[in-house]
């Protein structure tokens, strides 16, 4: 494991492997302003910019590491997720944007007698979102850490990739339908050179499925310019007309690795469903959002309209 020794040079960070040690650490913060990165390690730039990014706006930056079971169905890739503590620690010292990272054990996040989960009404919009469909209980696994997580950190400002958009939603409401502290930043989602959005699941891909997996921003950015194109010129496009137009681009693809699991279109703040809604595309922010797989590993990726 990465050496504690490490953490007397004063340009490095803080790391607090236990929740009772964590929050005798939060308790001297005081009044100070906290950002907070959460994570499950495998760091890669996106991670980096949400720091740098929490780093700019407050006083404090704390990021955890934390692979979560909860969030994990039976058939994904728990087991195999990589662990990567110590390159982990390396590129946040490295990027001097971490003051302290909190990394519990499993045992401490969820003890043998846990039985309290957070979990969203069945009446609630992910009922109809594709993501929801896909993975069921995933989001139930992710309100109920980042629940346990703001109340361990007590964060002023918690930052979040655009790239998991539902995910962004989720957390949202969760601390809206909560009452909790955290104000909520949603980072625009950082991308490799030909347009992939950098993910921890990237590392799975063999060179043949690299060179695929761009066509999922592809198709996703054609839509979104023809839609500033037309709204330019006054033309309306009805939403069903976004998704068909992504879902016939990336069902050309004959790959044998390759399959297009889902093409959708929503609200970026209530997560309402538009997919086939005939009437335009309404006042504010819509998410187009696509997911992939190439040999087995899931992709997913989105852009803003508005």
């Given at each position: 494991m990465y050496s504690c020794l490490k953490q007397n040079n004063k340009d490095t960070m803080k790391i607090v492997k236990s929740i009772s040690e964590f929050r005798v650490l939060r308790s001297a913060l005081k009044n100070s302003s906290v950002g907070f990165v959460p994570t499950m390690g495998a760091l890669h730039e996106g991670h980096l910019t949400l720091m740098r990014q929490a780093k700019a706006q407050t006083e404090v930056t704390i990021a955890s590491l934390f692979v979560n079971p909860t969030q994990f169905g039976p058939n994904e890739d728990f087991s195999r997720y990589p662990r990567t503590f110590d390159s982990d620690c390396d590129k946040m010292i490295q990027s001097k944007s971490v003051d302290i990272l909190f990394a519990p054990e499993p045992t401490d996040m969820y003890a043998s007698d846990f039985c309290t989960s957070v979990v969203f009404d069945q009446g609630c919009f992910l009922k109809d979102q594709p993501e929801a469909k896909q993975r069921p209980g995933f989001f139930n696994g992710v309100a109920t850490v980042v629940t346990k997580l703001f109340n361990i950190v007590k964060p002023t400002d918690a930052f979040f990739g655009q790239k998991d958009a539902i995910q962004c939603i989720v957390v949202r409401k969760l601390v809206n339908d909560l009452n909790m502290d955290p104000i909520v930043h949603i980072v625009p989602t950082v991308r490799e050179p030909d347009g992939l959005a950098m993910s921890s699941r990237n590392r799975y891909l063999s060179e043949e499925d690299r060179?695929?997996?761009?066509?999922?921003?592809?198709?996703?950015?054609?839509?979104?310019?023809?839609?500033?194109?037309?709204k330019s010129v006054g033309k309306e496009i009805r939403c069903?007309?976004?998704?068909d137009m992504v879902r016939n681009d990336l069902s050309q693809h004959k790959n044998p690795n390759y399959s297009l699991e889902y093409v959708s279109l929503c609200c970026a703040h209530s997560g309402k469903i538009l997919d086939n809604s005939l009437d335009p595309l309404p006042p504010g922010d819509s998410v187009l959002s696509a997911v992939i797989k190439l040999s087995g590993t899931r992709l997913l990726d989105n852009v803003v309209l508005n």
């Open positions: 060179l695929v997996a761009p066509v999922m921003y592809q198709a996703l950015l054609k839509a979104q310019s023809y839609y500033v194109e037309s069903k007309d976004l998704v």
